[in-house]
Structures are given as structure tokens and as C-alpha cells.
């Protein structure tokens, strides 16, 4: 029997909000979801309710200060009080726990081999969040709960986060910067928010070295240069690292349409990007990938990326994925990337 994508989506996540404008709003996700609903897509997607995280759960990535510090500023009368772009209201905290749960509940059925890959739904989104500290718009940080649980409570000692937001994972980054069981690869546009972070000398320390990987690019950058560097460096990780999982940070922020970067990828290429996934995990990986949405806030090019994704997860695994020779990513691999890489990798 075909299994199907799994999806975590729930109204729940809207009950973050401010009243006044901001970008990370709910209506990111009621663009997507109405698209998603739709009768023609009944049969491809098996719909998950997302729990509360426990705790625990919460525990294995932030610290219990942190904790408290959300909980006291989510009764506050300013909603800016912890920081100037994170919003915190009375229930943001039961809205971020659930974002964490609904996504532990998606890899608890991709690993039960009930759905062939999944993509968690949820806001806010999480890659910012460091161990004590929200930013960025991100409360708990989605993906790295996901990846402790896969490592602590399922097991897994292989496990790789690809972060293709055009803002840098510094939260995933920290969280596991001395663990080589959890490879971090980020590609984003370089000196974005947070400008003090995701540099490609940052590549783990103690037992975590070599198993942290940034690819900062230039602000032009678009299809082109993106497949390029994909093809040649993520393809050489992916194939001697052979994860058990592989994790999407899925931020659609790097849209040529999308103002919060300067780059310029297409809509089409993340239907690309997400053929190329399943390729290199159907090689060399478990056949095992799982998305959780990230950044991306041009309402109507954020839900057209979104569903490049979707028809591309519902397609066989292709026979082979090519790529562009690309001068200006070339040179990107060989003046700055190579001498950080070889420590670790064979690129």
C-alpha cells in the first residue's frame, strides 16, 4: 500500500499573534493550510494532530531559566518586552510547546514507517532559538527538538539538519555545536540577521568538530549558484555521512519576491532542492526526510514555494539529479569553503 506524506497543520497555530503588523503572523500558515485542504489532496497526505511537548522534551534544548523567562514574559502588557522582533502574548508559550510537540508526533510515524516523509506545519518557526534564548521571531527551537528526541530517545547517532532559510540556524548551531551526532548544514545569505553568526570557520568544537558546516553566499545568489553548491558540497557530505534521518529547516525567505533577503531563488527551485533530497536520501540515507517550516513571509510566493515542495515529496524518487556548473560558486568552494571542509570532509 502507497504510504503518504505526513502533515502536521492545526488552527491552534494561530493563537500567536500580536494586534499589531508584524511579519511572522498566522496568516503564513492560514495561506498554506487553505491550499493544502483542498479535496484533490485527500489522498496524498495523512493529517497528524500536534501534542503539547512535555517538559522534558522542552529540557533537552533550552535551559529551565529560559523557561521561566517565557513564561514570565507571556503575561506581561508588552508584548515586546523580551525582545524587539520576538513577540511573547498569553499564549505563545502553549502555541510554541505544540509547535515542538506536532513535530515529534511527525517523527515518531516517519520512523514507524507510516508515512513516507512528512512536513510539520507550525509556527513560530524555531531555528533562532538558542539554549537560553529566543530570537528572531523563533520561541523553542522546532528542528533541534526533533533531533535530540530522534538521538536520545529513538537512538539515532547520524542524524543531519539541512537549513536552507536565507537566515543562519544560529540556534540549531549552538545547541549542537560539540555533538557528532547531529551534522548542522546551513546555507544562507552572508551577514544577514544574525550578523554575528554563520561564518564557514564556525565548524564545531570537541567531539562536534567538523560536524558543523556553513555555507555563507553572496546576496545575487540564486538557482543557479544554489544547485551548484548543493550538487558538489551537501552531495559529498550526504554520501559519507549516510544519515539515518535527514531534517529540513525549510525557511522559503531566499524567494527573489521575498524582502526580508536579497537572494534569488525561484519558486521552482524548491521544488528542485526537495527532488534532490529525496534522491540523495533514497542513495545514501534511510529514505527517511522530514520538513519543518522555518521563515519565509511573502504570503503568496511562501505558499506557491510550499507546494513546489508538497507535488515534489508526492513524485517517485527520481533516477538521477544534475546540476549547473556555476563560476561564481565554484570559486565560493574553493577560496573559502575547501579549507575548512577537507578537516572533516572529502570535497
Known sequence: MKKKIGIIEDDQFYDHRVNVPVQECPERLR???????????????????????????????????????????????????YDK?????????????????????LADALLADEIDSGFAFVRPPGHHAEVGRGMGFCIFNNVAAVASYLRDVHGLNRILIFDFDAHHCNGTQQIFYNDDRVLVFSIHQANLFPTCSGGVEEFGEGKGVGYNINIPVFPSYGDNEYNCLLGKVLLEVVCQYSPQIILVSAGFDGHAQDSMSD???????????????????????????????EGGYHLRYLTESVMEVIKALAEPVPDEVSFPFSPRARELITSALMPTLQYKWAV
Open 263 to 293: 537572494l534569488q531563488l525561484s519558486t521552482e527551485w524548491f521544488g528542485k532542492l526537495t527532488r534532490t533530497l529525496k534522491f540523495y536520501s533514497s542513495i545514501y540515507s534511510t529514505n527517511k526526510l522530514l520538513y519543518v517550516l
Open 31 to 81: 495561506s498554506i493550510y487553505h491550499q493544502i485542504r483542498k479535496p484533490e489532496y485527500g489522498d496524498l497526505f495523512r493529517f497528524y494532530p500536534p501534542r503539547l511537548a512535555g517538559t522534558k522534551e522542552l529540557l533537552s534544548i533550552h535551559s529551565g531559566l529560559y523557561l521561566d523567562q517565557i513564561r514570565n514574559h507571556c503575561v506581561t502588557s508588552n508584548p515586546f518586552s
Open 85 to 105: 522582533d520576538t513577540y511573547l502574548m498569553e499564549d505563545s508559550f502553549h502555541t510554541a510547546s505544540l509547535a515542538v510537540g506536532g513535530c515529534l508526533t
